[in-house]
């Protein structure tokens, strides 16, 4: 079983930085990729950022140029950076891992974390 946990989330004002961190546990042999998701009140988890093990990343248009991704792989670690925040960026924060497990059988699997809430102020 692959734990999920993230962190880091809180009120801050516009304009304002915050540092998510999400940290994995449990019997894993490998993590292809990790990703930030959220999920704002009445809307649909979109997805946020997303890093592969080798070190591509994805982002969403309305973070690009705001949000950072980067992960520690010797520590199944994904961190994000947020900057400039807006009101609009208000939402659950959840992580996402996929991989495989360690076990005796190499299984995939895909873990979510309870996720954070940020909450951003005007």
């Known amino acids: 079983q692959v734990h999920v946990v993230e962190s880091g989330g809180g009120l801050v004002q516009a304009g304002g930085p915050l540092r998510l961190s999400c940290a994995t546990s449990g019997s894993i042999f490998s993590i292809n990729a990790m990703g930030w998701y959220r999920q704002a009140p009445g809307k649909q988890r979109e997805m946020v950022a997303r890093i592969t093990s080798g070190g591509n990343t994805n982002y969403a248009d309305s973070v690009k140029g705001r949000f950072t991704i980067s992960r520690d792989n010797g520590k199944n670690t994904v961190y994000l950076q947020t900057n400039s925040l807006k009101p609009e960026d208000t939402a659950v924060y959840y992580c996402?891992?996929?991989?495989?497990?360690?076990?005796?059988?190499?299984?995939?699997?895909?873990?979510w974390g309870q996720g954070t809430q940020v909450t951003v102020s005007s």
């Open positions: 996402n891992a996929d991989g495989y497990t360690n076990t005796a059988i190499l299984r995939p699997f895909s873990s």
